[in-house]
């Protein structure tokens, strides 16, 4: 496998991380949304929450920046790295 290969294997696992984190950071939200279900939500816990997927733009521009240059080193767009393409 030569270097570039590696690289882009490399990259497009970096780049599956980096969608899984970004759909993380939902978790507390939701975890808040049905714990309200059996008492009042916690302001500053909700605050805290709605603060941490404010900036998940970035993460989703990151992410598709990742992918053009993906597919621009590789001809292939390797959204499932455990499914890459033959190179």
Known sequence: ??????????????NFGL???GLAKFLPIGY???LS???PIDPAAYEWSIDLIS????IVMVWC???VIIKALSGH?????WRPPSF
């Open 65 to 67: 920046v990742a992918l």
């Open 55 to 58: 900036d998940t733009h970035l």
């Open 19 to 21: 969608a899984l984190a």
């Open 37 to 39: 279900l059996w008492e």
């Open 1 to 14: 496998m030569s270097f570039k290969e590696t690289f882009i294997k490399v990259m497009a696992w970096l």
């Open 77 to 81: 767009i390797i959204v499932r790295p």
């Open 32 to 34: 808040l949304m049905v």
